[in-house]
């Protein structure tokens, strides 16, 4: 078992930065990042597996967020730069402790969800 907490979300303009944290209680296999905007489902972000540092990022955020952490400390970051209101969403931490697929139906460890607005 473990448990995330985030942190970091806010209010922003569009072209702003945001970093959002990720404290976990223990360690974990592969960690990332999803958000979810109203009406819409839970979509993947960025994800990092720790024993090899591989990274995936989802497409939309490609050259504008980076995924950052260190799996000694059980901490995972989110460098969210050149917002844009179609960034606005509930992100959450996600977290496997073993190796398998990173999707929503699968995951079974989720943090809270910390709000990020972005305004045009």
């Known amino acids: 078992q473990v448990q995330l907490v985030e942190s970091g979300g806010g209010l922003v303009q569009a072209g702003a930065s945001l970093r959002l944290s990720c404290a976990a209680s223990?360690?974990?296999?592969?960690m990332g990042w999803f958000r979810q905007a109203p009406g819409k489902e839970r979509e993947f972000v960025a994800a990092?597996?720790?024993?090899?540092?591989?990274?995936d990022y989802a497409e939309p955020v490609k050259g504008r967020f980076t995924i950052s952490g260190d799996n000694t400390q059980n901490t995972l970051y989110l460098q969210m730069n050149s917002l844009k209101s179609e960034d606005t969403a509930v992100y959450y931490c996600?977290?496997?402790?073993?190796?398998?697929?990173?999707?929503?139906?699968?995951?079974?460890?989720w943090g809270q969800g910390t709000q990020v607005t972005v305004s045009s």
């Open positions: 990092i597996r720790w024993i090899s540092d591989s990274i």
């Open positions: 996600a977290a496997r402790l073993s190796p398998g697929s990173f999707r929503v139906g699968v995951i079974k460890y």
């Open positions: 223990g360690r974990t296999y592969t």
